[in-house]
């Protein structure tokens, strides 16, 4: 035993010599790695270190080392790509700024920054003080007269990812959206349309510098559209002139092996330079535009603020090239785009962004073929739009209407005949077809993109949306029709018995039509008042979400794509007659039991089950294709006599 105990012992004082040693060499070498930009190889475990611990001071100044008066400058491009140095003065260190944030106030003194004032897009120039990097400009206050900065300390931005890996993909987080009732398209519409936060409010009275969205290729009245619903991210969308920047798109595919390795064929990725996150590239394009603050091997900081501020995204990133520097009163920016896409925004923080040359962010083709009435052609714009859960759906709603308002608005007399098929890798895709009239482009894109929102924000699984394809046929006329009379050969009848069903429609500009067919009771119908609706696709989509809720419920992504598909399958230029007859049966879940004696429906019903249990609607129907968009009902009552 005592053999054994001093064996045990000489290990104590090995461990005790290893962990001695440890406690020496664990600042030097996490403090290397902090100086090269690395993560914390005990990410997710160790504390984020002080503010200024372990930077290469000969590289970097911290807050606690300035003071008003030092020499200063900032690196950015005012015109082409060329990197300029402009003057600035070192106002004051204001700590605590908001809940753990310092900041560095600066004035620019060079001529053309006192004219333009503060400009969107510099977010993410690097300033400089006593020649050592200590921030990058980030945010200002409105309608300021002189051109006032605030500056994110470098040691802040640095520190941007090292709470994960770059390999941590951006995940399923919740929306908002409620996955236990029946999909509800205007609903998810109004969610995605009403902002659920705003980037841009303020800092103590300063606001972070909003990042221009470049638009090109969007007629003037989705442009204002999309500027309203873009602002809330902290974007500030710049109309552009003509059509997107189809080689951008080509490039980025044909020169992936240059991206791959570090972009080296087009304008680098350099302090100062122009960072460009294009969102939309090809015919149409948007492009946001922000500012490289530091590059430290792979990866790049920028922006100094965030973008979309929730932590891992995926999206590309590119090179960028300044038109001009706009002077505004209300608010100065850049008018700028993309150049190549040479990696990919992969982590986004409240100090900044950071992506990794090399890296290729998934992008989602998108095809749309729109045939006018006043377009000799038909036109097929191509696009690659960028995969993300939230801005997505409304760069997909921007880019449709964009190509369909390419050549005008719309008359006040049209309609619309569309196609949209959405690939899905891996599971069945989601293809549906229907008209509209009277209604803009309101219906094609609430249902197309509502599609997109719920595929992406679903809790049930990942979604890998590969392609999205639109056809979209615009003539100027309207469709629309009314249901002038309906006649009934007998509202009393037995069951067993036939009913002879007349109606008569009335379009607008176009003669009545008639429609007849014969309605036989069923024999097993009991005495009693029944009512027959007769009706267009907008109330019968509100019937069938009544009767059959569970088709319209999802529960797991195969139900979610099948009740996509249910409530996309309903035309809307059909007339539906719908005898409405008792319940009888139960629907368990998605199961339907018509035919179940009403004792074993009871017994199912008991409340203490946890399966969803709800009687099964009986009702005969009718459909007639019109040619029209029925926009009202009628409801006739028939009595079933003894």
């Given at each position: 035993m005592s053999e054994k105990r001093a064996k045990v012992k000489g290990q104590k004082v090995n461990f005790s010599a290893f962990f001695f040693l440890l406690f020496i060499l664990l600042p030097i070498l996490t403090g290397s790695l902090y100086a090269a930009g690395e993560s914390n190889p005990s990410e997710g475990l160790a504390p984020v270190p002080a503010a200024g611990a372990g930077l290469d001071k000969t590289k970097y100044i911290t807050v606690d080392e300035i003071v008003p008066g030092m020499d200063a400058y900032c690196?950015?491009?005012?015109?082409?790509?060329?990197?300029?140095?402009?003057?600035?003065?070192?106002?004051?260190?204001?700590?605590?700024?908001?809940?753990?944030?310092?900041?560095?106030?600066?004035?620019?003194?060079?001529?053309?920054?006192?004219?333009?004032?503060?400009?969107?897009?510099?977010?993410?120039?690097?300033?400089?003080?006593?020649?050592?990097?200590?921030?990058?400009?980030?945010?200002?206050?409105?309608?300021?007269?002189?051109?006032?900065?605030?500056?994110?300390?470098?040691?802040?931005?640095?520190?941007?990812?090292?709470?994960?890996?770059?390999?941590?993909?951006?995940?399923?987080?919740?929306?908002?959206?409620?996955?236990?009732?029946?999909?509800?398209?205007?609903?998810?519409?109004?969610?995605?349309?009403?902002?659920?936060?705003?980037?841009?409010?303020?800092?103590?009275?300063?606001?972070?510098?909003?990042?221009?969205?470049?638009?090109?290729?969007?007629?003037?009245?989705?442009?204002?559209?999309?500027a309203a619903l873009v602002e809330p991210f902290g974007l500030m969308a710049v109309s552009g002139m003509g059509g997107g920047n189809s080689s951008l798109a080509a490039r980025d595919s044909s020169s992936e092996a240059a991206a791959m390795s570090g972009g080296k064929r087009g304008t680098e990725l350099v302090p100062g330079a122009s960072l460009a996150v294009p969102l939309v590239t090809g015919d149409i394009a948007m492009t946001v535009i922000g500012t490289v603050t530091e590059v430290v091997d792979d990866k790049v900081y920028g922006f100094g603020h965030s973008f979309l501020g929730y932590g891992p995204?995926?999206?590309p990133m590119a090179t960028g090239k300044v038109h001009t520097v706009v002077s505004n009163v209300m608010r100065s920016f850049k008018f700028a785009s993309a150049l190549e896409i040479v990696g990919a925004l992969r982590t986004d923080e409240s100090a900044a962004v950071r992506g990794r040359i090399g890296a290729k962010a998934k992008m989602i083709p998108l095809t749309i073929r729109v045939e006018r009435y006043n377009d000799p052609e038909k036109r097929v714009y191509n696009c690659q739009v960028a995969n993300n859960r939230l801005l997505t759906p409304l760069l997909i709603r921007s880019a449709v209407a964009g190509a369909a308002l390419s050549f005008g608005k719309l008359p006040p007399d049209h309609t619309i005949e569309y196609k949209v098929d959405i690939g899905i890798n891996g599971e069945e895709s989601i293809s549906f077809e229907n008209v509209s009239t009277g209604m803009g482009l309101a219906e094609m894109i609430k249902e197309s993109t509502g599609s997109v929102a719920m595929l992406l924000n679903n809790p049930y699984k990942k979604v890998d949306i590969k392609s999205m394809?639109?056809?979209?046929?615009?003539?100027?006329?309207?469709?629309?029709?009314?249901?002038?009379?309906?006649?009934?050969?007998?509202?009393?009848?037995?069951?067993?018995?036939?009913?002879?069903?007349?109606?008569?429609?009335?379009?607008?500009?176009?003669?009545?039509?008639?429609?007849?067919?014969?309605?036989?009771?069923?024999?097993?119908?009991?005495?009693?008042?029944?009512?027959?609706?007769?009706?267009?696709?907008?109330?019968?989509?509100?019937?069938?979400?009544?009767?059959?809720?569970?088709?319209?419920?999802?529960?797991?992504?195969?139900?979610?794509?099948?009740?996509?598909?249910?409530?996309?399958?309903?035309?809307?230029?059909?007339?539906?007659?719908?005898?409405?007859?008792?319940?009888?049966?139960?629907?368990?879940?998605?199961?339907?039991?018509?035919?179940?004696?009403?004792?074993?429906?009871?017994?199912?019903?008991?409340?203490?089950?946890?399966?969803?249990?709800?009687?099964?609607?009986?009702?005969?129907?009718?459909?007639?294709?019109?040619?029209?968009?029925?926009?009202?009902?009628?409801?006739?009552?028939?009595?079933?006599?003894?």
């Open positions: 690196l950015t491009v005012y015109k082409g790509t060329e990197i300029e140095r402009f003057a600035l003065d070192v106002l004051s260190v204001v700590r605590d700024i908001s809940p753990g944030r310092d900041a560095i106030l600066v004035q620019g003194t060079d001529e053309r920054f006192i004219h333009t004032g503060p400009v969107a897009g510099c977010s993410g120039s690097p300033v400089y003080i006593d020649g050592r990097l200590a921030g990058a400009l980030a945010f200002g206050w409105g309608f300021s007269k002189d051109p006032l900065y605030g500056v994110t300390p470098i040691e802040e931005m640095l520190r941007v990812g090292q709470g994960r890996t770059d390999e941590q993909k951006e995940g399923q987080t919740g929306s908002g959206f409620d996955f236990s009732r029946p999909i509800d398209f205007d609903e998810i519409e109004r969610q995605i349309t009403t902002p659920r936060f705003s980037e841009s409010s303020s800092l103590n009275g300063a606001a972070a510098l909003p990042s221009p969205l470049i638009t090109s290729g969007l007629p003037a009245e989705e442009y204002e559209r999309l995204i995926d999206l394809d639109f056809d979209v046929r615009i003539a100027p006329k309207n469709i629309s029709s009314g249901i002038w009379s309906v006649d009934l050969s007998d509202s009393k009848v037995k069951a067993g018995q036939q009913i002879d069903v007349s109606i008569v429609l009335e379009s607008v500009l176009a003669e009545k039509k008639k429609y007849r067919y014969s309605l036989k009771i069923p024999e097993i119908t009991a005495p009693g008042q029944y009512d027959l609706i007769i009706c267009g696709g907008y109330d019968y989509q509100q019937f069938l979400r009544k009767a059959e809720p569970y088709k319209f419920v999802p529960q797991n992504l195969p139900t979610l794509l099948e009740a996509l598909n249910n409530l996309l399958a309903i035309e809307r230029d059909k007339l539906y007659c719908l005898l409405v007859l008792p319940s009888g049966g139960v629907a368990v879940e998605k199961a339907e039991l018509p035919d179940l004696p009403a004792t074993k429906a009871l017994v199912l019903g008991d409340t203490k089950r946890t399966l969803i249990i709800q009687p099964y609607r009986h009702w005969l129907e009718k459909s007639f294709r019109t040619g029209t968009i029925v926009m009202d009902k009628k409801v006739m009552r028939i009595t079933v006599e003894k």
